[in-house]
């Protein structure tokens, strides 16, 4: 069975910090691109960050420089850490695993940014 169960998340005060883990299994992880989207309520889902198999990375413009996506293939875990974060950033966090024609999702978790 193949999952992607994600951990971290939680609530921060702006201008801190959280790591967000992604750890994969029933999949051979190092074919995969990895990544996370984020949907706030009311609000359109939003791709995020993403890094390929080659460990090429790319991030949304209002998160650059904030955030950074690497992936430890022997771990089967790719990690977001989040820095400087602003209410803004405020959303569940899904990851995802893509290869070719298949694309798996984990089932989110929370990030709450707030005084």
């Known amino acids: 069975q193949v999952q992607l169960v994600e951990s971290g998340g939680g609530l921060v005060q702006p201008g801190g910090s959280l790591r967000l883990s992604c750890a994969a299994s029933?999949?051979?992880?190092?074919?995969?691109?990895m990544g996370w989207y984020r949907q706030a309520p009311g609000k359109q889902r939003e791709l995020v960050a993403s890094?390929?198999?080659?460990?090429?990375?790319n991030y949304v413009d209002s998160v650059k420089g904030r955030f950074t996506l690497s992936r430890d293939n022997a771990k089967n875990t790719a990690y977001l850490q989040m820095n400087s974060l602003k209410p803004e950033d405020t959303a569940v966090y899904f990851c995802?695993?893509?290869?070719?024609?298949?694309?798996?999702w984990g089932q989110g978790t929370r990030v709450t940014v707030s005084s």
């Open positions: 029933g999949i051979i992880f190092s074919f995969y691109d």
């Open positions: 995802f695993g893509k290869r070719d024609y298949v694309t798996y």
């Open positions: 890094i390929t198999r080659e460990g090429t990375t």
